[in-house]
């Protein structure tokens, strides 16, 4: 009986890797002029940034439904395999909710282990990919979701974004709160902790926030995994993991992209960085 990994559209694992390990996505929901698009699926992220930067409401969004990940589940559960589903921190979304009604509902004790990330977007890409590679060991459930508990201790991820703006009407703000009313020309660094977005650092420019991205990430070596995510300067992305090449090759490094779900939070020119530290 093997063990697959199920993911939800936050983790914003890139495609190619999800069909590559076999990895399954739920998709989150983004409502934009009151059209329901599921996250990865509807809507591609330069229609949806094209649209975020032009349109004047903010997009809206929900985690995926109880039925969606009934559905994903059981369809997992009759191939006879066990489940390990990995998610967005509780604290940003109902989505680990939603999957653990969902395992409620699917007969006494199924074999699913669920984990509350506390993380969001490539932090849990990047221990996605480490639960999928250790599923290829043939490893048990049980074990595996062991060891994702202590990666995510060893995770960090760091984010800047162009304008707090969006997650501030999205209402994801956390302790970044401290940070509105005295930006004007810096380019907040953020981070998440205990589940929630904190404020790390203002840099008063797009460069020196690269520089300090790197850095933070530095700090944290040597590395395991390490991954660079962007909305919509990909050159930035690329910049980054030029940066990062001596701690781990270049072809090492995951690239991703900020989906319609988080990017309705980062907005336009956000790029980020994540770690898994060696243990």
């Keep these: 009986m093997a063990v697959r990994i199920v993911a939800d559209s936050t983790s914003d694992l890139p495609p190619a890797v999800v069909e590559?390990?076999?990895?399954?996505?739920?998709p989150a929901n983004v409502v934009i002029d009151d059209v329901n698009y599921r996250d990865g699926v509807d809507l591609?992220?330069?229609?949806f940034y094209s649209r975020l930067v032009s349109g004047t409401a903010l997009p809206t969004t929900s985690q995926p439904?109880?039925?969606?990940?009934?559905?994903?589940y059981q369809e997992l559960l009759d191939q006879g395999h066990e489940l390990v589903s990995i998610h967005v921190s509780g604290k940003l979304s109902g989505t680990?909710?939603?999957?653990?009604?969902?395992?409620?509902?699917?007969?006494?004790?199924?074999p699913i282990e669920i984990i509350d990330s506390q993380a969001a977007s490539i932090a849990v890409a990047l221990?996605?990919?480490?639960?999928?590679?250790l599923a290829r060991q043939s490893m048990s459930r049980e074990e595996i979701a062991e060891r994702v508990r202590?990666?995510?201790?060893?995770?960090?991820?760091?984010?800047?974004?162009d304008t707090l703006e969006y997650l501030q009407k999205g209402g994801r703000i956390g302790k970044a709160q401290a940070f509105v009313g005295s930006l004007l020309s810096v380019k907040p660094i953020l981070t998440?902790?205990?589940?929630?977005v904190h404020p790390l650092e203002r840099p008063r420019n797009h460069q020196r926030a690269m520089r300090r991205l790197v850095e933070l990430v530095s700090e944290k070596a040597p590395a395991s995994r390490l991954g660079v995510i962007y909305s919509t300067e990909q050159e930035w992305a690329a910049e980054l993991c030029d940066?990062?090449?001596?701690?781990l090759p270049r072809e090492q490094i995951v690239t991703a992209r900020f989906g319609p779900a988080l990017g309705t939070y980062v907005g336009p020119r956000a790029v980020g960085v994540a770690i898994v530290s060696e243990g």
Excluded: C, K
């Excluded at 221990?127 to 590679?133: D, K, L, P």
């Design 150 to 161: 202590g990666t995510l201790s060893r995770t960090f991820a760091a984010f800047a974004v």
């Design 44 to 47: 591609t992220p330069d229609d």
């Design 127 to 133: 221990v996605a990919i480490e639960a999928a590679e």
């Design 20 to 26: 590559e390990l076999g990895i399954t996505i739920v």
């Design 65 to 72: 439904s109880v039925g969606a990940f009934q559905t994903a």
């Design 243 to 247: 940066s990062l090449s001596d701690l």
């Design 192 to 196: 998440l902790m205990d589940g929630e």
């Design 96 to 110: 680990v909710n939603s999957a653990t009604q969902a395992r409620a509902s699917l007969g006494e004790d199924p």
